[in-house]
């Protein structure tokens, strides 16, 4: 079952602007994780925030989370052309089966040059 | 080699036939995941190994899906008289184990049913 939610679906910037994603997510979690996926590739890892931290940081992006409105979200500050891809957010659940990753839907960045 | 590959990278096959794909994590990766990708959809999870621990199947869709991972190294998933439904990228990761590290994708096996 998706846990988490990512909005939008679709986002279209130009180069050098911000881009923020959302990601909302329904039970507790021991730590939430955002990765990216260019066309026709795997996933790949960007950042892991934890349940007791709020914000994190990682060149030009920024997590945050909230876990009183359990959500996140990604900034990506002057973006660029190859930021072009689509970001998931995935959730690891507190408790009993916390080794699986449970995925959004996707949020498709497109970065206009 | 330094990632997760996974073989074939793009499969045809009819529909009731059997497959097998193919994923070779990374070397010293204690934990194995299967996922399933449809089109524009997140990841599915099928099912997770880990060390010579009973492998967690919860994720597997109907009794045709199954999975073998021969120690801390190879894993196949097979998929016996394929649906149309079936059709998706079917994407494999590794990592140390754990629910802090990052796991790591190999670029999947896009599976076309007729």
């Keep these: ?113 | 080699g330094a990632g997760v590959s996974q073989s074939p990278s793009n499969k045809v096959t009819e529909k009731g036939k059997d497959v097998e794909l193919r994923c070779d994590p990374i070397s010293g990766h204690t934990a194995l995941y299967w996922y399933r990708q449809r089109l524009g959809q997140g990841l599915e999870f099928l099912i997770y190994f880990q060390g010579n621990s009973a492998p967690d199947k919860s994720g597997l869709p109907s009794d045709r899906f199954s999975a073998e991972r021969t120690g801390e190294s190879v894993s196949t998933l097979t998929i016996q008289r394929t649906q149309q439904e079936d059709s998706a990228v079917y994407l494999c990761a590794s990592s140390l184990g754990g629910v802090r590290q990052p796991q790591h994708f190999g670029d999947g096996t896009r599976l076309s049913i007729l």
């Design chain 1, 1 to 113: 079952s998706q846990q988490g939610e990512e909005d939008p679906q679709a986002l279209s910037i130009q180069e050098g602007e911000n881009a923020t994603m959302n990601c909302s997510y329904k039970t507790s979690i021991n730590n939430l994780q955002w990765y990216r996926q260019n066309s026709g590739r795997g996933l790949v890892h960007l950042i892991l925030i934890r349940s007791n931290e709020r914000e994190k940081h990682s060149g030009r992006l920024r997590v945050t989370l909230d876990t009183s409105k359990k959500s996140s979200s990604l900034l990506i500050t002057a973006s660029r052309a190859a930021d072009t891809a689509s970001y998931f957010c995935a959730t690891h659940t507190s408790g009993a089966g916390s080794y699986q990753l449970t995925f959004g839907k996707g949020t498709k960045l497109s970065v206009i040059p």
